[in-house]
T-cell receptor, first 110, second 113 residues
């Protein structure tokens, strides 16, 4: 069974701090890795994708991938109350199939 | 460019009625996905299409659920007959690259009474 695991949270951080969200996956053949943000009552919104080992930065967001450890993370710098949402980790394992984690709820305290 | 379009946004129906959900993928995308999301089960993949052909429908919960994609710009998900346990938010997503980057529609919130 191919799986994607996330801590359900909630993860609570003060405004301005770094939020660190983590995800592990079971299929070593996984090819692409995504982070989606989902506000309550809204649809998942793609915020980051990463294909290669290492870090990828986009504004306040940094995605980190370690294929040897089967680990993906998302760092949010200078966290804002507007970042409060559920963050879904998604892993593409091939054959048009992407597996989503259950999500981590992030709460940024003003 | 318009994103994924879904209709209706909200649907309230009575048990036993037929429900049809509609999706228009992003123009040029060749893969389409139907998901269901509930608090208890999270985001579940129901079925996906590539080039209008159903590839895997193993996530469809029962024979009451069916999906079609008659052309590249339209797909439907039908539930007949509907039951209260079908109440959920149904998302459609589409993808147009080899990395399977998916973009979600706004969803249809279905309530079956």
């Amino acid at each position: 069974q191919k799986e994607v695991e996330q801590n359900s949270g909630p993860l609570s951080v003060p405004e301005g701090a770094i939020a660190s969200l983590n995800c592990t996956y079971s299929d070593r053949g996984s090819q692409s890795f995504f982070w989606y943000r989902q506000y309550s009552g809204k649809s998942p919104e793609l915020i980051m994708f990463i294909y290669s080992n290492g870090d990828k930065e986009d504004g306040r967001f940094t995605a980190q991938l370690n294929k040897a450890s089967q680990y993906v993370s998302l760092l949010i710098r200078d966290s804002q109350p507007s970042d409060s949402a559920t963050y879904l980790c998604a892993v593409y394992t091939g054959g048009f199939k992407t597996i989503f984690g259950a999500g981590t709820r992030l709460f940024v305290k003003a | 460019d318009a994103g994924v379009i879904q209709s209706p946004r909200h649907e309230v129906t009575e048990m036993g009625q037929e429900v049809t959900l509609r999706c228009k993928p992003i123009s040029g995308h060749n893969s389409l996905f139907w998901y269901r999301q509930t608090m208890m089960r999270g985001l579940e993949l129901l079925i996906y299409f590539n080039n209008n052909v159903p590839i895997d429908d193993s996530g469809m919960p029962e024979d009451r659920f069916s999906a079609k994609m008659p052309n590249a710009s339209f797909s439907t998900l039908k539930i007949q007959p509907s039951e209260p346990r079908d109440s959920a938010v149904y998302f459609c997503a589409s993808s147009g690259d080899l990395a399977n980057t998916q973009y979600f529609g706004p969803g249809t919130r279905l309530t079956v009474l």
